[in-house]
């Protein structure tokens, strides 16, 4: 099977900035063999958060089916789904970093080194499992976003939408 060169998109989330891990992160991005493209910090404005995370309604249906309390019900997924994006929109107003990653099958990759976004289920040698000590439980009952440390592009398509956004 041939591996196509990718890029992909990490944000960097406060947690992970304010406990430093930055340096981490961009060390075990290098180990296999990725390269940094584009770096930059910086307070996003609230008007690219909201294009980061839309509220499209199949989006959000999307996110709140995440939690297995909703079941099949979308309307409750969706309602779940909008107070999800909208704790992320809040604490993603601080310093982030934000890299454009390159290499084979980048995407996949990078998703495999960042870990479970439910950082309770991340394996340990992840990033989130290393270093994040949230549950989306519990930042669901507490109404705010999990800290895990990062954002990584989902697929290919994701991060060429995410990449335009933040890069142009």
Do not use: C
């Amino acid at each position: 099977m041939v591996k196509r060169i990718e890029r992909t998109l990490i944000i960097i989330k406060p947690d992970g900035v304010k406990r430093d891990l930055t340096q981490e992160i961009i060390k075990r991005i290098e180990s296999i063999n990725l390269k940094i493209k584009f770096k930059n910090e910086l307070i996003p404005s609230e008007d690219i958060l909201k294009k980061h995370y839309p509220n499209d309604e199949d989006y959000l249906i999307s996110i709140g089916m995440k939690n297995k309390s909703v079941g099949n019900d979308k309307e409750r997924a969706k309602q779940l789904g909008l107070m999800v994006v909208n704790n992320l929109r809040f604490y993603l107003q601080d310093k982030i970093v934000v890299m454009l990653i390159e290499g084979e099958s980048a995407v996949e990759v990078v998703r495999k080194l960042a870990g479970n976004t439910d950082t309770a289920k991340a394996q340990e040698g992840t990033i989130r499992g290393d270093f994040a000590k949230d549950s989306i439980e519990k930042a669901n009952k507490e109404m705010r976003a999990v800290r895990n440390i990062l954002h990584a592009s989902s697929s290919v398509e994701d991060a060429e939408k995410e990449i335009g956004l933040w890069f142009g």
